[in-house]
């Protein structure tokens, strides 16, 4: 069973930065693309940005481009998610998602950690 793990939330102030990592415990024939994702009280969940496992190709959602960034860390051994410019829109649980190939386009996502809170306050 894979488990994927997020770490790096918590509260800032508008305009200040967070680096959101998911650690995944091994690495399945499942595990394509990985992906943030966010989900705000009362809404549904929220595609935020993908990476392939190799980190050769990012995608990301409109709402987010110029300001978050996805990364892989390969010494780490994390998918990192770079939050710069954070605005109170963005305050949610995010979670990390492990898929197949394309699964930001095909929505096969087959693994999810817990999540990690963001609240920011202006």
């Known amino acids: 069973q894979v488990q994927l793990v997020e770490s790096g939330g918590g509260s800032v102030q508008v305009g200040e930065n967070l680096t959101l990592s998911c650690a995944a415990s091994?690495?399945?024939?499942?595990?394509?693309?990985m992906g943030w994702f966010r989900q705000a009280p009362g809404k549904e969940r929220e595609f935020v940005a993908a990476?392939?496992?190799?980190?050769?190709?990012?995608y990301g959602a409109e709402s987010v481009k110029g300001r978050f960034t996805i990364s892989r860390d390969n010494f780490k051994n994390t998918i990192d998610l770079q939050m710069n410019n954070l605005k109170p829109e963005d305050s949610a649980v995010y979670y990390c998602?492990?898929?197949?190939?394309?699964?930001?386009?095909?929505?096969?996502?087959?693994?999810w950690g817990q999540g990690t809170q963001v609240t920011v306050s202006s």
């Open positions: 990476i392939t496992w190799t980190g050769a190709s990012t």
């Open positions: 091994a690495r399945t024939f499942t595990m394509d693309e």
């Open positions: 998602g492990a898929g197949r190939e394309s699964a930001h386009i095909t929505g096969n996502w087959l693994h």
